[in-house]
């Protein structure tokens, strides 16, 4: 089977890429091995989206443009929900999983984008540097694509891996998390909560009844609804990848989030209705590879704002490093500013027709801490999609740049 374009992963970096090119006239095969889209941000229930709007003291403004914003605007109105306005200026949108993930359908429907689920890549064949095939493995069968460009939304720079190609490899691991979603809630203000929920941990870590690493149980801040509400359990274990270790690491998660739950509602007279309604598929593991690029993303970049001139996607969340404490250490850059993704982070160093996009875009473990989250990953991913169908059309996918930059980045403010 031969395309134009082949998006490989359906998270929101994929999703934006598909529809980017296939808005650009492509014809277009959007690859994902789960049967649903939304990637992290439905698999692992995140359910807030960082990096839409600027840091600043007072309300939300939108710092993405184009594609990015007209996702975030649709979704709010879907999920029936106002950003939240956090510490330092922050601001993040609440969203509902199923509405991102019909939005999503519909999008990549209307652009006439080909979704083929429950399809995983496995191989890689290359020629004269550039990828010639695809095997493609499904339940029932093994079969082989043939694009003309290649997009790697895959969250781990999978192509890169099968291509036999060096990765950026994370020196430091980045604690991951586990996301449910419990009922039974008592009603108060969600700060008052947030400290009860800490203290309720700490008796019972003192009884000994549950065990320290419990203490990396938070609220993820606005998803209270009515004593409905998702929790975040992390998970300070180091991830490498391998199976056994994702597997130990699955069910640990399961095993603690459960003790957890059952521990509050015996021993917390307020929490007696307390109960799961909803785990997450999976752990979220927030970075691992990264493709090379012709350009690496910096941190020292980020800090300063930095605008490139062949940016094409916009970055807007600070640094934020999850390390071995249980809280963040995040480091800021000016408000009200952002900065721009060079159009080099995202084609690849190696390969003639390879583009990337999302968490495995190429950037240096800080400056990931920053560009992996979802408001900048619509933004790379749309990006991405336009220089992989530029190469298609003209073969010079640099032709593409100052269109995207126009749309994309110096696109409508107000
Ligand atoms: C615990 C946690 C909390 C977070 N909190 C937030 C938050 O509050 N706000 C925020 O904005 N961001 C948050 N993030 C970051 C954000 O969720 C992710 O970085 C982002 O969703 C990544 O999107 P992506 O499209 O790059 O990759 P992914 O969402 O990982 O999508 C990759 C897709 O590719 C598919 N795939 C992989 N390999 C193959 C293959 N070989 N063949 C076919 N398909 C394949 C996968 O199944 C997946 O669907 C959090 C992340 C974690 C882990």
Request: glycine share 8%.
């Amino acid at each position: 089977m031969q395309c134009d374009v082949v998006v490989i992963g359906a998270g929101t970096a994929g999703i934006a890429a598909a529809i980017a090119a296939a808005r650009s006239g492509a014809q277009v095969v959007l690859l994902e091995r789960l049967g649903s889209v939304g990637g992290l941000a439905t698999s692992a229930m995140v359910g807030t989206i960082c990096g839409l709007f600027y840091r600043n003291a007072s309300t939300a403004r939108y710092a993405v443009r184009g594609f990015a914003r007209e996702f975030a605007v649709k979704l709010q109105k879907a999920s029936r929900t106002e950003p939240v306005s956090y510490a330092q200026g922050l601001h993040f949108l609440p969203y509902q999983f199923a509405a991102l993930q019909q939005q999503a359908l519909a999008q990549l429907q209307q652009a006439g984008v080909q979704l083929l689920l429950h399809a995983q890549v496995v191989a890689v064949t290359v020629e004269h540097a550039k990828i010639v095939t695809l095997q493609l493995q499904t339940a029932a069968e093994t079969f082989v694509l043939m694009p003309s460009t290649v997009v790697d939304c895959s969250g781990h720079a999978q192509i890169s891996r099968l291509a036999g190609i060096e990765r950026i490899e994370q020196a430091h691991y980045q604690a991951g998390a586990f996301v449910f979603q419990v009922s039974g809630l008592p009603v108060m203000a969600p700060r008052l909560l947030a400290l009860n929920l800490i203290r309720w941990i700490k008796r019972g870590i003192l009884q000994g009844a549950l065990e320290p690493a419990c203490e990396r149980l938070s609220i993820v801040p606005g998803t209270l609804r009515q004593g409905v509400g998702l929790l975040k359990l992390g998970l300070a274990t180091r991830f490498d990848g391998t199976a056994a270790c994702l597997t130990q690491y699955e069910l640990e998660a399961r095993s603690r989030s459960m003790a957890i739950i059952d521990y509050l509602r015996r021993y917390e007279p307020d929490l007696q209705d307390l109960v799961i309604i909803s785990m997450a598929p999976e752990v979220g593991v927030r970075t691992l590879s990264r493709a090379q690029g012709i350009q690496i993303l910096h941190e020292d970049a980020i800090l300063a704002c930095t605008k490139p001139e062949d940016g094409v996607a916009i970055g807007a969340w600070p640094i934020e490093l999850w390390g071995a404490q249980k809280i963040p250490e995040m480091t800021y850059f000016a408000a009200d500013d952002c900065y721009w993704l060079a159009a080099g982070t995202l084609v690849s160093r190696h390969l003639r027709n390879l583009f990337f996009a999302g968490r495995a875009l190429s950037a240096t473990e800080q400056a990931i801490a920053s560009a992996r989250v979802i408001g900048t990953c619509l933004s790379t991913g749309f990006a991405a999609g336009m220089l992989a169908a530029e190469q298609v059309n003209s073969g010079i996918w640099q032709q593409a740049i100052d269109k995207i930059q126009i749309q994309q980045v110096l696109g409508d403010e107000s």
